[in-house]
């Protein structure tokens, strides 16, 4: 069956970087979509970063220029390198399958930006 295990998150000060990664099974991973997703206390799940098959990506505003999304077809994985990070930026971060018409999600991987 389809597992996305998201690794990476953690304590970080502002202005400082953290990798995220997600570890695909369980169906073909070049053939499809990937996205990170995050979702902060209280508030709706936002879309950070997606990344197409062919390696096309697309950025929420407040993560241009901060936030790259990429993916090894080979490794089955999808990373979300983070600089620059900010306060609100704390959130759980999730990681997403788009595989046709059904979504599959991981656990989530907790990133906190305090000083």
């Known amino acids: 069956q389809v597992q996305l295990v998201e690794s990476g998150g953690g304590l970080v000060q502002p202005g400082g970087s953290l990798r995220l990664s997600c570890a695909a099974s369980?169906?073909?991973?070049?053939?499809?979509?990937m996205s990170w997703y995050r979702q902060a206390p209280g508030k709706e799940r936002e879309l950070v970063a997606s990344?197409?098959?062919?390696?096309?990506?697309n950025y929420a505003d407040y993560g241009k220029g901060r936030f790259t999304i990429t993916r090894d077809n080979y490794k089955n994985t999808v990373y979300l390198q983070m600089n620059s990070l900010k306060l609100e930026d704390t959130a759980l971060y999730y990681c997403?399958?788009?595989?046709?018409?059904?979504?599959?999600w991981g656990q989530g991987t907790q990133v906190t930006v305090s000083s």
């Open positions: 990344s197409s098959p062919v390696g096309s990506v």
């Open positions: 369980g169906f073909t991973f070049s053939r499809y979509p």
């Open positions: 997403k399958a788009q595989l046709n018409f059904r979504s599959y």
